[in-house]
């Protein structure tokens, strides 16, 4: 299912299961009067976020700290089946849960034999990471775990007894931050605050790779398509990009289901062979080792921006709908934000004040981006690139 299909279920059923599941919650809770201190060593945690790659990514200082507190612990993370391949490669998680939810009876299937799986596992912790998911709060509270955290809005105060302790959601914080308060809740004084990289991926080498290129993202997730900035935008840079520098290869990437507005971009490069079209024709761990050896990556507010900082590779990103405040990168990310009125509106509503007319990605212009990314060049590329006009051979691997 499409993901604000999802979201408009979640509304519209889950909050009719919450409720009741609230009140029995808040009379079982009186009536067996059960331990839920966290004064005793965690042995069994499990961590929740089903949807964003981006927010899994930012959940990872979380999951260092967790690690580091507890080595001896089990730690399962519970997604969505979308996300298996990135959680696969993150290596502080013992196991994994997955939900499939491609359509509806597929997503009810899965999500009780999720339930089975939590409910036997018995987790002394459960920390929920979604912020608005009813869905999310069922799957916690049924979960049987002894202890539940969950995020506290006003909107959804009628959620405050499906979870035995919570945190106040402050959006003008780092969303890496406002995870790592549940490691405070557990009286952990130690944060591990950086972001976790992705170990490199002995198959797909680096040498498979030219030695310098510039990778274009112009996507965003289903989630928020309100983030992308035009294809016609992305298009003229890259032309503009092309002639300051006509020797260096450009990759724009995308997934399988990006494919056809990559094809916006890359359908004035036909003739251009240094500007290849990826969508499609990497999984994700090619793709990260793509965005590692990246000198930059020019990139719209959405996963490959997290996976790049991550991996310390240089990012130019562009916001609208969300402030670059609430990730608090480090200084290999550079920003170029228009700070309108309703923005960052993403925490506030489903759908937006604009109702998809962007008005705060289309205030960025491409002289705006191309001036900071000449500022870029001279610091991140090297002065000569001219080996690279003759390594047709090389620049072909990548594609294969």
């Not at 399962?76 to 994994?96: A, G, Q, W, Y």
Request: net charge positive.
């Amino acid at each position: 299912m499409k993901t604000r299909t999802v979201i408009a279920l979640d509304r519209l059923i889950g909050i009719f299961v919450a409720y009741p599941l609230n009140l029995l919650v808040q009379l079982v809770g009186k009536i067996t009067r059960f331990d839920h201190s966290l004064d005793k060593e965690m042995q069994k945690i499990v961590v929740c976020k089903f949807k964003g790659m981006g927010s899994i990514i930012q959940a990872t200082p979380l999951l260092k700290t967790l690690r580091n507190r507890y080595p001896q612990a089990q730690i399962i993370f519970v997604s969505s089946e979308e996300n298996r391949s990135i959680l696969e490669k993150i290596d502080l998680i013992d196991d994994l849960y997955c939900v499939k939810d491609k359509g509806f009876l597929t997503l009810i299937s899965s999500t009780t034999k999720l339930v089975v799986k939590l409910m036997r596992f018995r987790a002394d912790v459960y920390i929920d990471l979604e912020i608005y998911s009813n869905y999310s709060s069922i799957v916690t509270t049924v979960s049987l775990a002894r202890n539940r955290f969950g995020y506290y809005l006003r909107s959804n105060r009628y959620r405050m007894g499906m979870y035995t302790h919570m945190m106040y959601f402050n959006t003008k914080a780092p969303i890496s931050h406002a995870y790592l308060q549940f490691a405070r809740l557990l009286g952990i004084s130690e944060m591990k605050t950086g972001l976790h990289s992705i170990p490199e991926n002995t198959v797909f080498q680096l040498s498979d790779l030219p030695a310098e290129y510039l990778v274009i993202n112009p996507n965003a997730s289903d989630l928020r398509y309100e983030r992308r900035w035009s294809a016609e935008s992305f298009t003229e840079l890259i032309q503009r990009i092309r002639q300051a520098q006509p020797e260096l290869p450009v990759f724009v990437i995308g997934s399988k289901n990006e494919q056809s507005y990559v094809h916006e971009v890359t359908k004035h490069f036909t003739s251009d062979e240094l500007v290849r079209d990826l969508s499609g024709k990497t999984n994700l761990g090619e793709l990260i080792e793509v965005l590692r050896g990246a000198k930059l990556l020019i990139t719209n507010d959405t996963g490959p921006m997290h996976l790049a900082s991550s991996l310390d590779t240089q990012v130019l990103a562009l916001f609208g709908p969300c402030s670059p405040a609430q990730y608090g990168f480090g200084k290999n990310v550079k920003t170029i934000y228009k700070n309108v009125y309703c923005s960052p509106c993403v925490h506030e509503f489903v759908v937006p004040p604009c109702k998809g007319n962007n008005q705060c990605m289309q205030l960025i212009t491409v002289n705006e981006v191309f001036e900071a990314y000449i500022q870029y060049k001279d610091v991140v590329f090297d002065s000569s690139i001219e080996y690279l006009g003759n390594d047709r051979e090389a620049l072909g691997k990548v594609l294969r």
